[in-house]
């Protein structure tokens, strides 16, 4: 879903699939009449969403005098980093431009364990056990307003601290998402299997 960030929110955006699939697909997970081919198609869609919905541009879109329509999760925001024109979306999914080529899975791993160490589950008290998914956009839209559309202007040079700052949140979030995540399947997958 992505509901209005910024100065001029002129219209509302409709529930986006985010917050009406993830339930579905949690609950066809939890569905122990269901095939086994349906609960592991319904559990690629619950892992997808899950991680989508930790991208805080996947739950707000810019709405001010620059984007009066709206800048679609940033995907029409652009933004300079040396010779490369790139939207924010991009800047955020590829973890403040870490990753915006193929890396090696060894390179991957190494990232993620370096993020798990700097975000331990410790750190996440209450948060890591939440199951709520508007819950977990609405911390998406209070990063977008915090971090993802502060320090930068459409069409202006990304900074060494903004793509730091993306980094960091990145990490954080991709980290949260996977404790939330285990907590989700530890519940879903208690009911028994079909036979």
């Known amino acids: 879903q992505n509901r209005p960030v910024g100065s001029n929110p002129l219209s509302r955006p409709t529930q986006g699939s ?14 122990p009449s269901l095939s086994m ?21 996947h739950c707000a879109a810019l709405y001010d005098e620059n984007f009066p329509e709206g800048d679609s999760g940033g995907n029409r925001y652009c933004v300079w ?40 589950v410790s750190s996440f008290p ?25 320090d930068v202007e459409p069409d202006g040079e990304l900074t060494s601290d903004y793509l730091r700052k993306a980094l960091t949140t990145t990490e954080k979030q991709i980290v949260l998402s996977g404790y939330r995540l285990a907590w989700l399947l530890d ?7 079909p036979e």
Request: glycine share 4%; net charge neutral; with cysteine.
């Open 81 to 120: 980093l040396g010779d490369q024109h790139l939207n924010l979306h991009t800047v955020w999914d590829s973890a403040g431009c870490r990753f915006l080529s193929p890396v090696s899975t060894n390179r991957l791993a190494g990232f993620v364990s370096h993020a798990i160490q700097q975000n331990p």
């Open 37 to 57: 081919k349906q609960r592991a198609l319904a559990l690629s869609w619950v892992v997808h969403l899950v991680g989508d919905i930790h991208q805080p541009l």
């Open 187 to 193: 519940r879903s997958l208690a009911s028994p299997a």
């Open 126 to 150: 209450t948060q890591a056990r939440s199951l709520d998914p508007y819950t977990w956009s609405q911390e998406g839209v209070e990063l977008c307003r915090s971090s993802v559309y502060t």
């Open 18 to 31: 985010l917050l009406t699939e993830l339930p579905r697909q949690s609950e066809k997970l939890n569905d």
